[in-house]
């Protein structure tokens, strides 16, 4: 089956990253639809023979269900190895091994803008003798680009789709303000940018992450430095992720409105903030993660932290304080005083922050239950590998003859011969039943397809 081959082929890394990415990104957008879907049965109560239903709800459930038929019709394409490569062909040619090969090993600058004029590119900071590429969009741009280059983006907002990891040294700077220079996430998966080089260059950007993502921006290992960014994290869990053993560099950088933290430090990670600012998160604007078998380093300068709804910067005790209260206000020189921190925070302002400015947390439940939340698609979607393919052939046939058993025209004009009303009122009875029935088979056709897409 296709389906065994896809999964496969995405562990060995046959797919690119750009196309997996794109397929785990329709899977959780169909069970976001799906689930859309029942709630909007629910409320329309269609067990119910008495209530009556509304052409709005009507009409609202068959668009999702044709959502759900889209995303099949998607999923379907990327299964089959031989539709995907036509596909990739057509919509991502930046991903053919003929595009990576470069003819000189010099630095080439790559110049993204959604179109080109002179007056656009004259003025900008090149060597005559420079090697340049253009592109209308970053994706390509990246995936084309070798270490050592720059990218270069002019003024305008870019939807990413696909956007391949950063693993290479890599300077991409915004011309302009960070302002005129946005980047919108789409189809990237639960992570937006995605890096691991060992010296990367952000600069002069707005990030904008799409709804449900865990961050904007991961720093698996080496070390990021992001300059004069902004990061509007209103959709995502949280802007910033540094995992354990990579650093981080923020320079006069905006973090703001992260639905949980504003940055999340792993342990074992290295952290530097300067005259940047973290503001309006959910929670705190800062996590780091304590453990006892690794050092974190934090350093903190003439950086503002405010109008964060937990503490401006909050300790996840992972058992090492044993802590019984789940939150709890410290100060200053219990930072200094933690053997698991090495700390340096100098023209710090700390304010408005509602918990207050230092906490110790005993556990993280939020971001946890968050963390699952937004991979569950994910995961239930590769849920075949634990099991048989008789289990699921039952499930899949289950389904099908219950959606046979929905739609009974005969037990409705049965009903409706028993009933003592008046023929106006038979009719609209009537029809509201008929609509009933479609709506229940519009059910379990969208549970039928949401199994189809899962497989």
């Given amino acids: 089956m296709f389906f065994f081959q896809s999964y496969f082929d995405m562990k060995s890394k046959v797919v690119p990253e750009a196309v997996a990415t794109k397929a785990a990104a329709i899977l959780k957008e169909a069970w976001e639809v799906k689930e859309k879907l029942e709630n909007l049965h629910c409320e329309m109560n269609v067990s119910d023979s008495e209530t009556e239903l509304t052409e709005e709800d009507v009409l609202h459930s068959i668009e999702l269900r044709m959502k759900l038929d889209e995303f099949q019709k998607e999923l379907e394409i990327l299964e089959n190895p031989l539709v995907r490569c036509l596909v990739m062909k057509k919509d991502m040619p930046y991903l053919s091994p003929e595009k990576n090969q470069r003819k000189s ?45 720059t990218i270069l983006i002019l003024p305008g907002c870019y939807h990413c789709d696909g956007l391949s990891w950063l693993d290479h040294n890599l300077i991409i700077k915004g011309v302009k303000s960070e302002q005129e220079v946005v980047l919108e996430d789409v189809g990237n998966g639960d992570i937006f940018i995605n890096c691991n080089a060992e010296n990367l260059v952000l600069e002069n950007l707005t990030i904008q992450p799409s709804e449900g993502i865990i961050c904007a921006v991961m720093v698996h290992s080496g070390k990021t430095n992001m300059k004069n960014c902004t990061v509007k994290g209103k959709a995502a869990q949280s802007c910033l992720v540094v995992l354990s053993t990579a650093q981080m560099y923020l320079k006069t950088c905006k973090l703001i409105e992260a639905k949980s933290h504003g940055i999340q430090l792993r342990a074992g990670g290295k952290l530097t903030l300067d005259s940047s600012s973290i503001t309006h998160c959910n929670r705190s604007g800062l996590q780091i993660e304590l453990l006892s078998s690794c050092s974190t380093e934090i350093t903190i300068l003439n950086t503002t932290i405010e109008n964060n709804k937990n503490f401006a910067i909050c300790l996840d005790d992972q058992g090492y304080y044993q802590t019984k209260d789940s939150e709890k206000e410290v100060d200053l020189d219990f930072l200094y005083k933690c053997s698991l921190l090495k700390v340096k925070i100098q023209g ?108």
């Fill in 105 to 149: 090993l010099d630095p080439v600058t790559h110049i993204v803008a959604s179109c080109f004029s002179l007056s656009l590119i004259k003025d900008l900071p090149l060597d005559p003798e420079a090697e340049v590429e253009f592109y209308h969009q970053l994706g390509p741009a990246v995936a084309a680009s070798c270490a050592g280059d």
């Fill in 348 to 455: 710090v302002f700390l304010c408005h922050n509602a918990l207050g400015s230092y906490g110790l947390c005993h556990q993280d439940i939020l971001t946890e239950s968050s963390h699952q939340r937004t991979t569950g698609s994910v995961t239930r979607a590769l849920h075949f590998t634990s099991l048989s393919s008789d289990d699921s052939i039952n499930e899949i046939s289950s389904t099908s003859t219950n959606s046979d058993k929905l739609f009974d025209v005969e037990n409705l004009e049965s009903k409706q011969s028993d009933d003592t009303s008046s023929e106006d009122e038979q009719k609209c009875d009537a029809k509201s039943q008929i609509m009933k029935q479609m709506v229940q088979k519009s059910i379990s056709e969208a549970s039928s397809s949401a199994t189809s897409l899962v497989w």
